[in-house]
């Protein structure tokens, strides 16, 4: 079947049987192999991207269930080549060992930061726990997560008063 969707901000087309799953088709037919694969049934988290601007497992998605729709992968979060703020965070937050489990992370990371601007520690705790690390022991992650949260309250606020 042919599959058309946004990835990235790019439209791209490919080709994929019905039964092919989004990881997969990312990875092999689309060439996104940042998109990790780590379990396939759904509970480690590594595969998730955004779909539609919202997080979920590409390993429990088929790849005909996002034509038309837009995905994001961790190729998608560099702005001009250069890393964003929340990848930033990671690397000097120590965030990242083998990294693994990073790419996933960093989507649900991305996702729910846009749906919950001042995360408290346990929500970004509850968040997490859809996904397993082995290396880091999640207190970096979630410094990492609580440190955007906190600048980019910052700046918002700057913004306004700067418009005042
Ligand atoms: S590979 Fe999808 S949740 Fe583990
Ligand atoms: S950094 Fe190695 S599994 Fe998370």
């Known amino acids: 079947m042919e599959i058309t969707c946004t990835l990235n901000g790019v439209q791209r087309t490919g080709y994929a049987e019905s039964r092919t799953l989004l990881s997969d088709f990312l990875r092999h037919e689309l060439g996104a192999t940042g998109t990790h694969v780590g379990c396939e049934h759904g509970v480690c988290g590594a595969c998730t991207v955004r779909i539609n601007g919202a997080a979920g497992r590409s390993c429990l998605t088929l790849a005909v269930q996002v034509d038309g ?8 979060l560099a702005e001009d080549g250069q890393l964003n703020d929340l990848q930033l965070a990671f690397k000097r937050h120590h965030a990242l060992q083998c990294g693994f489990c990073t790419a996933g992370i960093l989507m649900s990371c991305s996702d729910f930061l846009t749906r919950v601007s001042s995360p408290t520690e346990q929500q970004v705790r509850d968040m997490l726990s859809g996904h397993l690390c082995r290396c880091t022991g999640y207190t970096p992650i979630v410094q990492a997560v609580l440190d955007v949260a906190a600048v980019r309250a910052s700046n918002a606020k700057n913004n306004i008063q700067g418009d005042i």
């Not at 729709?69 to 998608?76: K, L, Q, R, S």
């Open 69 to 76: 729709a837009a995905v994001d992968t961790v190729e998608g």
